[in-house]
């Protein structure tokens, strides 16, 4: 099975078991839905009621509802399932490893992914390692299948 990282969870909130969850992850629509099954600890569960508040995800899970069963949560981290979420594209993460070129040339891998204010942003690393903004003008085609990022313009941002 394949998880996917979607939060820690920092503390609870309140004193009927809801489980506070920081969470940066892209796709919380997904992933924070009332009857999701999450993994904690190893441990499968299910969301029963799910909202936002300030900067949290809470959340709270199975028919726990004290403060007392959901204490040895904190500091876990929650998993789900890709196939839970119902994906109809790809994840930004799942650009990691692949292949960027342009026009012919092999401009390298990208290894990372930066997630900033403005966007993303796509570090690739081949002799040099250099950014390319996660944006139409730099990115052409993602192809998942064939593991490869077709991009343009990104030639001028090697230094």
Known sequence: MNKIFIGVITGTHGIKGELKILSDFERK???FRAQNKIWIANNLHTIRTHRHHQN???ITIDDLENINDVLKYRGKKVYIARTELQLDTFLMQDL???EVKEKDSNLGIVKEIYQTKNGYLLKVLKNKEFYIPYVPYYIKKVDILNHQIEVTHAKELIL
């Open 96 to 98: 990691i490893n692949l």
């Open 29 to 31: 629509d997904l992933a």
């Open 56 to 58: 949290k995800e809470l």
